[in-house]
């Protein structure tokens, strides 16, 4: 006789059909008919089923709890309020204000963490017990976002970090003659311009302007030496003025520009 290519199969199959006469023989007689009995093998078999199943299924609630539980009002509680404004940005800032961290700041990806910051902090999506304290975070967070991202507001924070004000201070003016012809000659050429087009040149020189800026700022800061931020900052200050009045440009709009 030709072997069965199933040997395993069918020993598993008489165990299950004379497991099933078994409980059959032992049943108590029963006046409504039997819907069919399961041999104890076959039952382990589907328990084992159904416990993987549910397992997975409390691990996928636990899942959706885990994230659900990352709350806005929680996030909002349980976090401690940054003392500056780089500790609102440990992703793209991990290092903190210089010395410790670098002046120049990657912009996109504090941007990217901005929004990541206030969709969870936004106070239309808190309860009523914490929107307050939601307020406060979030206009915290605009606050830190709109300084760090601009050089020159960046600058004039770290150093009012060191007791230095350079924002309001009006005596704060470059002395350097050719800087303010420079600057002058600047604005002369924004209020002759004729058509935007022309303004491209002096844009390109004026972002090479606060892209050297910007490095003098970071050795500045890495070697603790305020006083050349300081005066790089008054200077940062005549370049940044100048890059607002190029972008706001409007043909036979007059040039404004701080010292």
């Known amino acids: 006789m030709r072997p069965s290519v ?7 199959y008489r165990a299950c059909e004379a497991s099933t006469r078994r409980s059959l023989a032992s049943a108590p007689q029963r006046s409504s008919p039997s819907f069919g009995v399961t041999c104890q093998v076959c039952s382990r078999k589907s328990a084992r089923r159904i416990s993987s199943t549910n397992t997975q299924r409390r691990w996928a609630s636990q ?3 885990a994230t659900s539980q990352s709350s806005p009002d929680k996030a909002i509680k349980s976090h401690p ?38 969709a969870v902090a936004h106070p239309d999506r808190h309860p009523a017990h914490v929107k307050n304290r939601a307020e406060a975070t979030s206009a915290r ?25 350079v924002a309001e201070d009006e ?18 050429e924004i209020e002759n311009a004729r058509e935007e087009e022309e303004l491209e040149e002096l844009k390109r020189i004026n972002d090479e302007r606060i892209e ?27 370049w940044v003025n100048i890059k607002e009045s190029l972008d706001g440009w409007e043909k036979g709009k007059p040039i404004v520009l701080v010292h």
Request: glycine letters at 4%.
């Open 171 to 188: 005596t704060a003016k470059v002395e350097d003659p050719e800087l303010l012809m420079e600057v002058l000659d600047t604005r002369e």
């Open 81 to 118: 309020v940054p003392q500056t404004h780089y500790e609102f940005f440990p992703k793209t800032l991990p290092n903190g204000p210089p010395p410790s961290g670098p002046f120049i700041i990657d912009v996109r990806e504090l941007r990217r963490e901005f929004l990541q910051l206030q």
């Open 6 to 12: 199933f040997p395993r199969s069918q020993t598993v």
């Open 212 to 238: 050297e800026s910007e490095g003098v700022l970071d050795r500045a800061f890495r070697e603790d030496d305020l006083e050349l931020a300081k005066g790089e900052a008054v200077k940062l200050r005549y």
């Open 63 to 65: 899942t959706s709890n």
């Open 141 to 165: 967070i605009n606050e830190a976002y709109k300084t760090l991202q601009n050089p020159l507001l960046r600058t004039q924070y770290l150093l009012s970090l060191r007791g230095i004000d």
